[in-house]
């Protein structure tokens, strides 16, 4: 195998230190998570482009029918990020011996009622058709449940060790030290 030269190097410890930043963004970027809940919720997505003039405009692209309206949209979207952050991924569950965890089971119970209770004691201010409401709930629930599982046994820190593993390098030999090199 052919030696690497010091710029070669450098690259490809430059695309290395990139990778690892964009594994753990996207690990722990929930804003994805948060933005699906939201198209659902409001039957459409805002996109930005570009006129033929070249004035940048947004523009609504219709999908579906909107679940609610702006102010329940908005005040679920509130509550969920409560839960659905950075730093709640976080956390920990622990598991028994089999790899049960009693604590995922209740939280993701209590999350359930609550957020059925949210919505049940708002619907109607926010416009919410009754025949919608066990869809939304559903809808969230399925992006919830898998998200929590993240911390279950505390596997989502426990897989950061790796991404997060510094490593140093000294070039030495007839060469001499890159950096100091004239």
Not at 44 to 65: C, D, F, L, Y
Not at 111 to 127: A, D, K, S, T
Not at 151 to 167: C, D, F, H, P, V
Request: net charge negative; hydrophobic share 35%.
């Amino acid at each position: 195998m052919p030696e690497q030269t010091e710029s070669e190097q450098a690259i490809a410890q430059y695309r290395i230190a990139q990778n690892e930043f964009n594994i753990l963004k996207m690990r722990l970027d929930t804003q994805p998570l948060l933005d699906q809940i939201e198209y659902f919720m409001r039957g459409a997505r805002w996109t930005i482009g570009q006129s033929p003039n070249g004035e940048i405009k947004t523009r609504k692209v219709v999908m579906g029918v909107p679940k609610a309206n702006d102010l329940g949209i908005q005040s679920i979207l509130n509550w969920l990020t409560s839960t659905i952050n950075p730093q709640t991924v976080q956390g920990n569950f622990p598991v028994d011996k089999h790899g049960y965890s009693q604590m995922y089971e209740n939280y993701i119970f209590e999350f359930q009622v609550n957020l059925g209770m949210y919505i049940v004691l708002h619907c109607y201010e926010w416009r919410i058709d009754d025949d919608e409401i066990e869809g939304i709930i559903d809808f969230i629930m399925n992006l919830v449940k898998p998200f929590m599982s993240r911390l279950i046994g505390n596997q989502e820190r426990k897989s950061y060790a790796k991404t997060m593993e510094s490593k140093e390098t000294h070039m030495l030999g007839g060469k001499g030290i890159p950096t100091f090199k004239s």
